[in-house]
């Protein structure tokens, strides 16, 4: 959960944010960010997502919870 | 009638890498249809065999990693010797890396990097050496892409490999030149590939209405491709090189 937070932060541009954060809520909410956090997925736990799989997750917690079940 | 066709490849033995599907697939096909001799390398067998059983029974597989290039060399050289020594090489292999900036891997780099450019250079080598070129008719025709030429976000991982071989083709144009052999470049638009259904599923449904808008004659079919490159192997490209041959039905006019 640490490497997922730390690495989120990064993403989501911010230093911190609660898992019930809704990611559309994130000032740097784009098209680009949803890439980003496919590519993260992808690369750091092996696990393919699409554009409206990270939407439905809808809050980070949502998101950590799709990729746990992904994996 | 004649039988002049500037365009033949009637006695030509070219190497295609990435055969196994999609452009290089489709250009396997083409190129055997007009007479050439193929040597198919892909780590894809399956897909390999479904090309081969397109292409002329004279023509050969070769199904392993691209890059591991000890492998390539002692596996073309052995090949040749029964194939014959080889005109040309078209080298089609290649992987996109959709990746934002914020998310850009070392490794994910050095890897696309390895496949779709620096082979490109073990490739050149392997063709000149002694034993595989056939000493005349000599062309290497390397596949860029738009995005080798023009900018699109989250995609500057792929853009600095595909961007990479169009200064390969100028150099090496120039350096093999005087051996007679002609360094082209075809940097492809968007055509109807499995490779293009994967990176369309990362985005939303706009996506295909936005591709769509990009490509003022629409999306292109992978021979579009194909029958440039088989231009670039034949005779009738003989006073062609150096150049890259932007086939993307006019993405990059725009």
């Not at chain 1, 559309?24 to 696990?47: M, Q, R």
């Not at chain 2, 050496?129 to 000599?138: F, L, P, T, V």
């Amino acid at each position: 959960m640490d490497k997922f937070k730390a690495q989120m932060a990064e993403i989501l541009e911010v230093d911190d944010f609660n898992l019930s954060d809704e990611l559309k809520s994130f000032e740097c909410w784009d098209s680009l960010t949803i890439l980003s956090i496919i590519a993260f997925a992808g690369d750091s736990y092996n696990v393919a997502l699409s554009a409206n799989d990270v939407i439905g997750s809808k809050t980070v917690g949502g998101l950590y919870e799709l990729i746990n079940s992904k994996k | 009638m004649s039988s002049f066709n500037p365009f033949s490849l009637e006695g030509r033995r070219i190497l295609v890498t990435g055969a196994a599907s999609g452009i290089g697939k489709a250009t396997s096909i083409m190129l055997s249809k007009l007479g050439a001799k193929l040597l198919l390398i892909d780590i894809n067998r399956e897909g390999l065999l479904e090309t081969k059983q397109l292409c002329s029974t004279d023509d050969q597989i070769l199904a392993f990693d691209l890059v591991d290039f000890p492998k390539l060399k002692a596996e073309v050289l052995e090949m040749v010797l029964n194939f014959g020594k080889l005109n040309g090489v078209v080298h089609l292999a290649g992987k996109s890396y959709i990746a934002p900036l914020k998310s850009i891997s070392e490794e994910k780099c050095f890897d696309v990097f390895t496949l779709n450019t620096y082979s490109a250079l073990e490739l050149a080598k392997l063709f000149i050496n002694r034993n595989i070129y056939a000493g005349e008719k000599g062309s290497i025709v390397l596949v860029s892409s738009v995005y080798g030429i023009v900018g699109s976000p989250a995609n500057v991982g792929y853009a600095m490999s595909k961007s990479a071989l169009l200064g390969i083709t100028k150099s090496l144009a120039m350096e093999l030149a005087g051996k007679g052999i002609r360094v082209n470049c075809v940097a492809p638009g968007f055509v109807k590939t499995n490779m293009l259904n994967s990176a369309s599923e990362l985005f939303d449904a706009n996506y295909a209405e936005t591709l769509n808008r990009l490509h003022p004659l629409g999306i292109g079919e992978p021979d579009d491709v194909a029958s440039s490159i088989a231009y670039l192997l034949s005779d009738a490209a003989k006073w062609v090189t150096g150049a890259v041959f932007n086939i993307d039905g006019g993405f990059t006019a725009q």
